[in-house]
C-alpha cells in the first residue's frame, strides 16, 4: 500500500486552491501556507488538509503559486523539489539557480478573472498546457493529476511567447477599462463587444503588477509596436491590419 502523496503549496488563492482541490481528489494529502486564507476556508473549499506556517516539514514537493515576486522571495526556503506556477518562467529559474533549490518553473495557461480560494475549482486544468521548463517525474504527476498535459519549454523562449499572447492582452484590457472609467460613457453604449475586451480588466493588480513588472523586457517592444498600429489606423486607415487579424483568427495565411 503505497503512502499518500504529500505536498506544500505556498499561496492558496484561484491557481494552488485548484491544484489544491485536484490533487486531494486523486488521494494527496495537501498542506498550505498562506496568511490570508483561514484552515476553515480552505477546508470548506475542498483545497486543503491542514495549514502550515513554514516550509518545515517533509513534503514530496512543494508548489509555490504566490504572485511571482513573492514567489522569488520564498524560493530559498524551499527545501523539497519545488515547481512554481507563475505567469513567467525564467526569473524564477534564475532564482532558483543562485540558491541552489531543485526547480522546476511552470506555467499553466489556465485561469480566470476571479480570484481568491472561493473562485477555486477541480477542473480549472483540464486538457490545459502546462509549461515546464524541465522534467520531474514527480511534477509530470502532479500535472497529470491536475487534469492538464505537460509541454517542455525552455524558459527564456516562454516568456517571450506569453509577453504577447498573455501579457499584453491583459495591459491593453486593463488600460482601456482604465481610461473609460474617468470618461463618464453612458453604460447604454456598452455591448457584449467591449464586455467581452474588458473581461481580464476585472483582474487583480496584486497579481500582475509583479508579473508585468518580471517580464518587462519581453513587453515592452510590442506595447510600442500596438500602440504604433493603432495610431497609423486612426489617422490613415489600414485595411491590410484588418485583412491580417481576420487571416489570424481563422488560422488561414
Known amino acids: 500500500m503505497h503512502s499518500a502523496r504529500r505536498t506544500l503549496i505556498a499561496g492558496l488563492g484561484l491557481i494552488g486552491g485548484s491544484i489544491g482541490i485536484a490533487l486531494r481528489r486523486r ?49 530559498d526556503r524551499c527545501r523539497s523539489l519545488t515547481t512554481s506556477v507563475c505567469s513567467v518562467l525564467q526569473p524564477l529559474r534564475s532564482a532558483a539557480d543562485a540558491h541552489g533549490v531543485d526547480f522546476v518553473a511552470g506555467h499553466p495557461l489556465a485561469g480566470s478573472h476571479e480570484r481568491g480560494v472561493a473562485a477555486a475549482r477541480a477542473d480549472l486544468f483540464e486538457g490545459a498546457s502546462w509549461f515546464v521548463d524541465r522534467e520531474a517525474p514527480i511534477v509530470q504527476e502532479l500535472i497529470a493529476c491536475c487534469g492538464a498535459r505537460a509541454e517542455l519549454v525552455p524558459a527564456a523562449e516562454h516568456d517571450r511567447a506569453v509577453a504577447l499572447t498573455s501579457h499584453l492582452p491583459q495591459i491593453l484590457s486593463t488600460a482601456l477599462a482604465a481610461y473609460l472609467h474617468d470618461q463618464n460613457v453612458d453604460p447604454r453604449f456598452a455591448g457584449a463587444g467591449l464586455r467581452t475586451f474588458l473581461r481580464l480588466a476585472g483582474s487583480a493588480a496584486s497579481v500582475w503588477s509583479p508579473i508585468i513588472a518580471a517580464n518587462r523586457e519581453n513587453i515592452a517592444p510590442h506595447a510600442e509596436a500596438v500602440a504604433a498600429l493603432v495610431r497609423k489606423m486612426v489617422e490613415q486607415g489600414n485595411d491590410e491590419a484588418f485583412a491580417q487579424a481576420n487571416a489570424w483568427g481563422t488560422g488561414s495565411d
Open 27 to 75: 488521494g494527496w494529502h495537501v498542506t498550505y501556507i498562506d496568511p490570508g486564507v483561514s484552515l476553515d476556508d480552505a477546508v470548506r473549499a475542498g483545497a486543503a488538509d491542514e495549514r502550515s506556517e513554514s516550509f518545515d516539514g517533509t513534503f514530496d514537493i512543494t508548489v509555490l503559486a504566490t504572485p511571482v515576486d513573492a514567489a522569488i522571495a520564498l524560493i
